[in-house]
């Protein structure tokens, strides 16, 4: 074999078996190119996941936590809390109408750190973390009295919810619009949803407005030296329970 022949790898091969190893070689060369075209196709099938998942968690976050300086750390956080709710809590004809990161003092010795989210049907306090497993209580509107707010600590709130004769208590909250958009929306809800359902039971609006008429009355009294302090709040909480 000469040196040229051995360079070249021919071997003294025929021209079939010549072309044969051309037809090879482009076959290797082609199935590397399908092969490299795959491995680009799967690399772009999970980008576009990735991209996707990132958008979807950046809309929740958006819609639960808000954007801004800290919320990321607050979405992590509350993630499993969001998507427990999003899949388990969430009905299908309800929209959420805002939310706040929130802790319920369920008992004097049971906090639960959780959202405290308000849709166009109730108001919902969820948590699903470590340490408070899966948590979750909904409040009717139509039997809320009202919303009360106070400032516990610099830059801190604390909610009151009044439900007949008990009071609901959820603190921990940072003092933003949020918070301020926030009691605005179950403020709202509260006012829309009674008062559609005093507009379907003329009874119970006749029983408020003469709560309201005797409220009047005994401030009235109050004022002209009539009836103590004391003695005003005493009546005063009789007609609300009546």
């Given at each position: 074999?000469?040196?040229?022949?051995?360079?070249?790898?021919?071997?003294?091969?025929?021209?079939?078996?010549?072309?044969?190893?051309?037809?090879?070689?482009?076959?290797?060369?082609?199935?590397?190119?399908?092969?490299?075209?795959?491995?680009?196709?799967?690399?772009?099938?999970?980008?576009?996941?990735?991209?996707?998942?990132?958008?979807?968690?950046?809309?929740?976050?958006?819609?639960?936590?808000?954007?801004?300086?800290?919320?990321?750390?607050?979405?992590?956080?509350?993630?499993?809390?969001?998507?427990?709710?999003?899949?388990?809590?969430?009905?299908?004809?309800?929209?959420?109408?805002?939310?706040?990161?929130?802790?319920?003092?369920?008992?004097?010795?049971?906090?639960?750190?959780?959202?405290?989210?308000?849709?166009?049907?109730?108001?919902?306090?969820?948590?699903?973390?470590?340490?408070?497993?899966?948590?979750?209580?909904?409040?009717?509107?139509?039997?809320?009295?009202?919303?009360?707010?106070a400032t516990e600590r610099f830059n801190e709130k604390v909610i009151y919810i009044d439900m007949g004769r008990s009071r609901k208590r959820f603190d921990d909250i940072i003092s933003n619009d949020r918070f301020n958009q926030f009691v605005d929306v179950v403020t709202k809800q509260i006012n829309l949803l009674r008062n559609a359902s005093i507009s379907r039971n003329p009874s119970a609006k006749s029983k408020n407005v003469d709560?309201?008429?005797?409220?009047?009355?005994?401030?009235?009294?109050?004022?002209?030296?009539?009836?103590?302090?004391?003695?005003?709040?005493?009546?005063?909480?009789?007609?609300?329970?009546?």
């Amino acid at each position: 074999m000469s040196f040229l022949k051995k360079l070249l790898g021919t071997q003294d091969k025929t021209p079939e078996e010549l072309e044969a190893d051309r037809i090879k070689k482009m076959e290797k060369q082609e199935e590397m190119k399908r092969q490299e075209e795959l491995r680009k196709q799967e690399f772009e099938e999970k980008q576009r996941e990735r991209d996707a998942k990132k958008s979807q968690e950046k809309a929740l976050q958006e819609k639960y936590i808000g954007l801004g300086f800290g919320t990321g750390l607050d979405f992590f956080l509350l993630k499993g809390t969001i998507h427990y709710f999003e899949s388990f809590v969430l009905q299908p004809n309800e929209k959420v109408l805002h939310s706040i990161k929130a802790e319920y003092d369920k008992t004097k010795k049971r906090e639960i750190k959780g959202l405290l989210i308000a849709t166009d049907q109730r108001l919902v306090f969820v948590s699903s973390g470590a340490g408070y497993g899966q948590f979750i209580e909904e409040f009717d509107y139509r039997k809320m009295n009202g919303i009360g707010q106070a400032t516990e600590r610099f830059n801190e709130k604390v909610i009151y919810i009044d439900m007949g004769r008990s009071r609901k208590r959820f603190d921990d909250i940072i003092s933003n619009d949020r918070f301020n958009q926030f009691v605005d929306v179950v403020t709202k809800q509260i006012n829309l949803l009674r008062n559609a359902s005093i507009s379907r039971n003329p009874s119970a609006k006749s029983k408020n407005v003469d709560k309201y008429a005797t409220l009047e009355k005994i401030a009235k009294l109050k004022e002209q030296g009539i009836l103590t302090e004391e003695e005003f709040l005493i009546e005063k909480e009789k007609i609300l329970k009546s």
